[in-house]
């Protein structure tokens, strides 16, 4: 996938102070949403890709973009920064105990050496989301953003899924989230979060495979289960034709209608950047 960037014409690189930043980090590459807080209006998406094969290599990368990218000199009212990893664990809070990151963490994934684990809460889920990031990214994203605290991607689709579902306790939902060859797969019944999860893939059957086997142990219904569609996954794609014969209620998922998005954001699907776009209205 190619490099993105898109600005409104009425992005003020001067009033950048009242704005609000959204970095979403993973082995892809790097996305970047800004919003103009006063308008509620995202005036600007940018996207630097990688497509790494691995999480030791982000620092470098990253660091590159933020040096190259002016945008990343200039001070914000507020930052969300996200990072994705199939390395987590969420516990239930009512489980958690200080001091037990990496007990929890350790128990059923491996650790892999220069990584650090961090925390963050998802409040409507009611569970402490338990992941690892590389100590050096950490330490930079920490000292270029120091009130900022990093979040699993997941937070914005659970969260806001969960947000969403306050008002339909019966609906049931299957949200899947596309990166290159990962997706999270989340699972809410109504304001509940039923499962969670992120699967590598390889092929389409991979992930008929994984989807099929989560509606079948927590026994979904094909006919009233919506399963809707996010990220990097082309309308066209076959899978998801697929799924429609399977899964009765299969959509791509819109933007929220609370804000309002530039006019130069439609040279993209919608649902491409849902989650990144969400991120600020689940704090």
């Not at 690189?13 to 995202?42: E, F, M, N, R, W």
Request: charged share 20%.
């Amino acid at each position: 996938m190619r490099d993105i960037c898109f600005i409104d014409k009425t992005f003020d690189s001067t009033q950048t102070q009242t704005y609000h930043l959204t970095i979403q980090i993973s082995l892809d590459g790097c996305l970047i949403a800004v919003l103009d807080i006063s308008k509620g209006k995202y005036i600007m998406l940018k996207g630097h890709h990688f497509f790494l094969k691995r999480p030791r290599l982000l620092f470098k990368h990253l660091s590159e973009v933020f040096d190259q990218d002016e945008l990343f000199s200039s001070t914000f009212k507020s930052v969300d920064i996200l990072y994705a990893t199939r390395k987590f664990t969420l516990v239930p809070q009512t489980l958690y105990t200080r001091g037990s990151l990496d007990k929890f963490l350790w128990f059923n994934n491996v650790q892999e050496k220069g990584h650090v684990v961090i925390k963050n809460l998802f409040p409507k889920a009611g569970s402490i989301c338990i992941f690892d990031i590389p100590q050096n990214l950490k330490e930079y994203l920490a000292l270029k953003y120091p009130k900022s605290e990093i979040k699993h991607t997941l937070f914005p689709l659970v969260e806001g899924a969960l947000k969403r579902n306050l008002s339909f306790p019966q609906r049931v939902q299957v949200h899947l989230n596309f990166f290159k060859d990962s997706f999270e797969l989340v699972v809410v019944n109504g304001s509940i979060l039923s499962g969670c999860n992120i699967f590598y893939y390889k092929t389409e059957r991979d992930i008929l495979y994984h989807v099929l086997f989560t509606f079948d142990q927590l026994k979904l219904s094909p006919e009233t289960t919506e399963m809707v569609f996010h990220g990097q996954i082309p309308q066209v794609a076959p899978v998801y034709h697929l799924f429609k014969k399977y899964v009765r209620l299969t959509s791509f998922a819109k933007l929220d209608t609370t804000y309002q998005y530039s006019y130069t954001f439609s040279q993209l699907p919608e649902h491409y950047n849902t989650s990144l776009l969400s991120a600020y209205k689940c704090e």
